[in-house]
Nanobody
Framework: QVQVAESGGGLVQPGGSLRLSCATS?????????MGWYRQAPGQRRELVAT???????NYVDSLKGRFSASRDSAKNTLYLQMNSLKPEDTAVYYC???????????WGQGTQVTVAS
């Protein structure tokens, strides 16, 4: 069974930075088909932040380009999210997922809370 665990969340002031990590274990394949970051603010739907494919292709939601940067250590099946110039509206629970193939169900972590407030 694949386990996904996010870490690195916390309270940060507006304009600050955080780096989230997503560690996986239990995978039977060398590299996941893709991995992604999503977030869910209170009362909102879960939304895409960024995904990284096995070949390194990275897709970001347009509104976060330039402030958020996702990276991946494929050898470790680990995903990172560098978040800069944080705004109060970035407050959310941030989730990581991973998929073995294009049509495979995603493995999800429990999420890590990010709160941006002064």
């Amino acid at each position: 069974q694949v386990q996904v665990a996010e870490s690195g969340g916390g309270l940060v002031q507006p304009g600050g930075s955080l780096r989230l990590s997503c560690a996986t274990s239990g995978s039977t394949i060398l590299r996941f088909y893709d991995m992604g970051w999503y977030r869910q603010a209170p009362g909102q739907r879960r939304e895409l932040v960024a995904t990284i494919a096995r070949d390194g292709y990275t897709n970001y939601v347009d509104s976060l380009k330039g402030r958020f940067s996702a990276s991946r250590d494929s050898a470790k099946n680990t995903l990172y999210l560098q978040m800069n110039s944080l705004k109060p509206e970035d407050t959310a629970v941030y989730y990581c997922n991973a998929r073995d193939c294009d049509r495979c169900p995603a493995f999800w972590g429990q999420g890590t809370q990010v709160t941006v407030a002064s």
